[in-house]
């Protein structure tokens, strides 16, 4: 597979986000840890979880504890964790405070088997906290040697030059497809400064993936190029950005290996035009 640069780290050119193996409707263990392994088996080197991807405040790190269990403790092995967020009876709500972050970023350590983070996000900013704090304390952990990268996650062009002001900013996650490119200016400011842009939830998040199933356009592509419309999709976000990584999530091996064939499939530039202009799904017809 094709590789990225995340500071210091080579990383493959799509990674695999955790959340689905751990929020309600997720696999049982033993399919979720198959999942992952697949993940690695087939080139997949960068994964990315949270300590609050679970049911509810009780199950904190259970996707955490899941990729410890699941791959090697090996340098090429980079899993991606973030704090920020709270689970109150399975809701999610925003909980930044510096004390806060500095617990779950020390848990999550231990849940992980690792020694230091290889890059750790702020998972959303939080509007009881002023920015400054919160990203002001995961830069001391930094300093201390606890966080190798910083990252962002759910931001603003505004926060991402915020958060510069403090420290160095090595990835900024945001959700981006080709259905929803909300995020275009914050992607497009990634670029310039060449920081790489996570894109979660590239096929549209829970329940919205059968939107790319039944649309005209990708049915179309997906039966040219002998490919599935998540391909078409990954294939078309890798080409047009090159600071940008997709982390599709996966409940099934399956899955898995549909997705990191994407990384060797190349669209031509008319129909990286068409999909450029396909920002509204086109359902098909009969």
């Known amino acids: 597979m094709q590789d ?3 500071g210091s780290y080579r990383i493959s050119a799509i990674g695999f986000g955790g959340a689905p193996l751990s929020v309600p409707g997720r696999p049982d263990r033993e399919r979720a840890l198959k999942t992952i392994k697949e993940a690695w088996e087939n080139g997949i080197t960068f994964f990315d979880t949270a300590d ?4 509810n405040e009780h199950d904190l790190g259970h996707n955490e504890e899941l990729f410890a269990e699941a791959l090697p403790p090996v340098p090429g092995c980079v899993i991606a964790t973030k704090s920020g967020l709270a689970r109150p009876d399975g809701a999610w709500t925003r909980s930044a405070h510096p004390r ?3 617990a779950a970023c020390e848990r999550s350590l231990t849940l992980l088997r690792r020694d230091v983070h290889p890059l750790y996000y702020l998972h959303a900013p939080d509007p009881e906290v002023p920015f400054e704090e919160s990203f002001g304390e995961l830069s001391r952990l930094q300093e201390e040697g606890k966080i190798e990268h910083l990252g962002l996650s759910n931001v603003s062009v505004a926060e991402c030059e915020a958060a510069l002001d403090i420290a160095g900013v090595a990835a900024v996650q945001n959700r981006y497809h080709l259905f929803d490119r909300s995020s275009l200016d914050v992607l497009t400011f990634c670029e310039s400064r060449r920081i790489l842009f996570v894109a979660y939830s590239p096929f549209g998040g829970p329940g919205q993936s059968s939107r790319l199933r039944h649309d005209q356009l990708l ?3 997906a039966s040219a190029y002998e490919a599935s419309p998540y391909q078409i999709v990954l294939a078309w976000m890798m080409a047009r950005f090159p600071q ?4 599709p999530g996966a409940t099934r091996p399956e899955s898995i290996r549909d997705n990191a064939q994407a990384a060797r499939l190349r669209l031509t530039p008319e129909d990286l035009a068409k999909l450029d202009a396909h920002d ?6 009969g």
Do not use: E, G, V
């Open 4 to 6: 990225k640069q995340l």
């Open 52 to 55: 609050t991807y679970s049911l």
């Open 100 to 102: 806060s972050l500095r």
């Open 219 to 221: 049915q179309d592509l």
């Open 244 to 247: 940008l990584i997709p982390i």
């Open 280 to 285: 509204t799904p086109s359902p098909a017809q």
